[in-house]
């Protein structure tokens, strides 16, 4: 794709992999923008991140629902995806689980990081899981979204040596070096796809 690929962002927490992912843009490494970052906390930092860079963002209403993403709100989400004509819709550190209809409305244009060499620890507090179980590497992984938990397609992964001395917190913290590293061009190497 030649022309700028038009991104979306949902996420839940403090999205700094939606900045790398704007560094990337900003260095030219990246041929895109950003046109709707989306959360479904309206405290999470990754909405302030996205109003101090001047991009359009906006709280997704879950209907007061902790963790589930009901019908609805994944209906509006689409809707506001598809109005703002996003080509791909990135999941950075968004705490929900996508079905339909969004996925229908983008097939193959969901696009999630993750935080473990899958199919290896999916779900939550993937690092803390790798730590628990002793492993020697963990790492991060770019995947197509399906309606399955973290199990979809991969598009690119990175492998991080789990040190004797790690914790899951610094563990995380190494991985997210790499997720930001990854997930840039990750995205370069599907818009050449599309
Ligand atoms: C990342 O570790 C990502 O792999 C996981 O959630 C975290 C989000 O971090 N899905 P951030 O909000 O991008 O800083």
């Avoid at 968004?94 to 244009?109: A, S, T």
């Avoid at 199990?151 to 995380?172: C, F, N, R, W, Y």
Wanted: net charge negative; charged share 20%.
């Amino acid at each position: 794709m030649e022309t700028k690929l038009k991104l979306g962002v949902l996420g839940s927490g403090s999205g700094s992999n939606m900045q790398a992912i704007m560094d990337a843009i900003e260095s030219g490494e990246l041929n895109a923008e950003i046109v709707l970052v989306m959360s479904d906390f309206p405290d999470a930092y990754i909405l302030e991140r996205a109003r101090k860079a001047g991009l359009r963002a906006e709280v997704i209403d879950c209907a007061g629902y902790k963790t589930k993403f009901p019908d609805e709100s994944q209906a509006a989400v689409a809707q506001a995806l598809k109005s703002a004509e996003v080509d791909i819709v990135c999941l950075a550190g968004f705490m929900r689980l996508v079905k339909q209809p969004l996925l229908d409305i983008f097939p193959n244009r969901i696009i999630n990081i993750h935080p473990s060499v899958l199919p290896a620890y999916p779900g939550l507090m993937a690092w803390k899981q790798a730590v628990d179980d002793g492993a020697s590497e963990s790492g991060c992984t770019v995947h197509y979204v399906d309606a399955g938990m973290d199990t979809g397609p991969i598009i690119m992964q990175a492998k991080v040596p789990v040190l004797s001395a790690d914790t899951a917190e610094t563990l995380h913290q190494r991985i997210q070096l790499e997720e930001h590293r990854i997930y840039p061009a990750a995205i370069k190497q599907i818009a050449t796809k599309l």
